[in-house]
C-alpha cells in the first residue's frame, strides 16, 4: 500500500476522469443524452467528458456554476450567487455523442429516458452511509429538485460527483432538517438518491485499487486537502500511482 495527499483541486480532476469513464456515462455517449450540470467539479467533468467527443474548445469552468461558497472577503450573495450572472454559459448537455451548446437541463427535461444520465455535483457527504444532500438557495428547489423528475419519474441515471472535502460527519436527513426548518436563515439542504463519485470511487473505478481516508487538511494552497491509503495488486497500485502522479500538478480553481 501507499499514502497519498491530494489537493481539492487534483481531487476534482481525478473524479471528473473517472465519471467520463463510468459505464453508464460511455452508454449514454453512444446512445443517448448526458446533462452535465454546472457546478465547479462538474466543471472539471465536463472538459473530460468534453474531450470524449471532439474536444472542449469553447467550454471554459470559469463561471460554470449557480451558486459558489467563496471566503467572506470576496462578493457573494447569502446563496453564492455572484454579480455578473450574463456570464453563466449554461450546463453541458451532451446529445448521442454531440454538445448542445447553450441548453440547459430545464430545456430538455421533459425528453429524459431511462439510459440518459443526469450529473450534479453536492455539498454534504455522508461517508459511513455513501450519501449526499445538496445546498439549495433556489425558492423553487434549483436544479436538483427539478431533475429529481426525470430521476425518480423516469429512471434517468443520478450521478453525483463530489470530493471528500465536503464530508459531514451528521446524519444528512436531520441536518436538513434543522437546516428547513420554518424560520431559519440561509441555504437549505436535501438529501438525494444517486450515485455518489468521490475520490475513493474514482481510484477504484480507473485502476481497481482500494483507497481510504486517512487524514486532511494542509498549508499554503494545501488547505482542505486530503490523504489516501491506497492498496491492491501490484499492477493496481500501479495503475493508481501513474494516475494520481499524472494529476497531481492540477493547479487551483480561479474565478
Given at each position: 500500500m ?8 487534483a ?10 469513464t ?6 449514454a455517449?453512444?446512445?443517448g443524452?448526458?446533462v ?5 467539479t ?6 473530460e ?5 471532439g474536444?472542449?474548445k469553447?467550454?471554459?469552468r470559469r463561471?460554470f ?6 471566503p467572506?472577503?470576496m462578493p457573494a450573495?447569502?446563496t453564492?450567487?455572484?454579480p455578473?450572472e450574463?456570464e453563466f ?5 451532451i446529445?448521442k455523442?454531440e ?5 440547459t ?11 440518459d444520465v443526469?450529473?450534479?455535483g453536492a455539498?454534504?457527504l455522508?461517508?459511513v452511509?455513501?450519501r449526499a ?10 436544479t436538483?429538485?427539478a431533475?429529481l ?7 434517468v441515471?443520478?450521478l453525483l ?13 436531520e ?13 437549505r439542504?436535501?438529501?438525494?438518491p444517486g ?8 481510484i477504484?473505478?480507473?485502476?481497481g485499487a482500494?483507497?481510504?481516508l486517512?487524514?486532511g487538511?494542509g498549508v ?6 486530503i490523504?489516501?491509503?491506497?492498496s491492491g ?5 500501479k495503475?493508481?500511482k501513474?494516475?494520481?502522479e499524472?494529476l497531481?500538478q492540477?493547479?487551483?480553481?480561479r474565478?
Open positions: 501507499f499514502q497519498v495527499v491530494l489537493t481539492t483541486a481531487g476534482k480532476r481525478l473524479i471528473a476522469r473517472a465519471v467520463a463510468h459505464p453508464a456515462v460511455q452508454r455517449l453512444n446512445s443524452t448526458i452535465i450540470i454546472a457546478g465547479t462538474n466543471g472539471y467533468v465536463a472538459e467528458i468534453l474531450a470524449l467527443v474536444g472542449p469553447g467550454f471554459s463561471r456554476f449557480r451558486g459558489i461558497t467563496l467572506p472577503y450573495t447569502e453564492g450567487r455572484l455578473g450574463a454559459p449554461g450546463d453541458v448537455v446529445i455523442g454538445w448542445q451548446r447553450g441548453k437541463i430545464s430545456d430538455l427535461l421533459d425528453e429524459l429516458r431511462e439510459g443526469i450529473l450534479k455539498n454534504s455522508d461517508l452511509h455513501k444532500a445538496i445546498l439549495i438557495g433556489d425558492p423553487y428547489g434549483g436538483i429538485v431533475s423528475q426525470a430521476v425518480v419519474g423516469r429512471r441515471h443520478l460527483p463530489v470530493g471528500l472535502e465536503k464530508r459531514a460527519p451528521g446524519n444528512l436527513d441536518l436538513a432538517a434543522k437546516l428547513n426548518t420554518p424560520g431559519a436563515r440561509g441555504t439542504l436535501l438529501p438525494v450515485e455518489i463519485v468521490s475520490e475513493i470511487e474514482a477504484s473505478i480507473l485502476s482500494t483507497a481510504e486517512v487524514a487538511g499554503c494552497g494545501a488547505e482542505g486537502s490523504r489516501l491509503v491506497v495488486e501490484p499492477r493496481e497500485e495503475l493508481a501513474e494516475l494520481i499524472s497531481a492540477e493547479p487551483p480553481f474565478l
